[in-house]
């Protein structure tokens, strides 16, 4: 049974760019959220997706955005990229309103 | 405002010495509490969920324990794998999924 995957493992990004990240969840799980990791801190919530919505949201521009397809599958997009956006950007599945959230093993975005 | 509070911001414990981890929360209503474990440059590893005071969970030599202000985690005789960060997040009775993680405690288990 294939856990939660995340693509890519590392990309390197200038200033301005846009990146896209992309996760599959565990499977039996319908529900997608994101979290930034910064170095040395705990993972701080982007957003929620469920049934192909944006269910909920953190306190996160509006730079950053996502989607989530038929097959709930999700992608996390960030547009005119910051240093400050250099984190680990890990994605959690789930059931919606469910129990344990099971995280991937994240995608290291480094903005030069 | 939700918060989590982990201490120590590390610890260095030598191979079979027995310590606990402490978790302290605020939250507007507790759905419930986890502890993940987390390796460098890896994602969490879910360990438990706490969903009421008095609750306590137990796997191979961690036991994590809730209250109504407070979690701990219990590691007994620990090895050096069990080195790791050890995050603590909450989960608020608000109607929304989100965690709310502490900074984490980084264990060091040397021989």
């Known amino acids: 049974d294939a856990g939660v995957t995340q693509s890519p493992t590392h990309l390197i990004k200038t200033r301005g760019q846009q990146v896209t990240l992309r996760c599959s969840p565990k499977s039996g799980h319908d529900t997608v959220s994101w979290y930034q990791q910064a170095l040395g801190q705990g993972p701080q919530f982007i957003f929620q997706y469920y049934e192909e919505e944006e269910r909920q949201r953190g306190n996160f521009p509006d730079r950053f955005s996502g989607h989530q397809f038929p097959n709930y599958s999700s992608e996390l997009n960030v547009n005119a990229l910051l240093l400050g956006d250099s984190a680990l950007y890990l994605c959690?599945?789930?059931?919606?309103?469910?129990?344990?959230?099971?995280f991937g093993e994240g995608s290291r975005l480094t903005v030069l | 405002e939700d918060q989590v509070t982990q201490s120590p911001e590390a610890l260095r414990l030598q191979e079979g010495e027995s310590s606990s981890l402490n978790c302290s929360y605020t939250?507007?209503?507790?759905?419930?509490l986890f502890w993940y474990r987390q390796d460098p440059g890896k994602g969490p590893e879910f360990l438990f969920t706490l969903y009421s005071a008095g609750e306590e969970k137990e796997k191979e030599r961690l036991k994590a324990t809730l209250t109504k202000k407070e979690s701990f985690l219990h590691i007994t005789a620990p090895k050096p794998e069990d080195s790791a960060t050890y995050l603590c997040?909450?989960?608020?009775?608000?109607?929304?999924?989100?965690?709310?993680f502490g900074t984490g405690t980084r264990l060091q288990v040397f021989p």
């Open positions: 939250v507007s209503g507790l759905r419930g």
């Open positions: 959690a599945s789930s059931t919606f309103r469910g129990g344990e959230l099971f």
């Open positions: 997040a909450v989960q608020a009775r608000d109607n929304t999924d989100k965690l709310i």
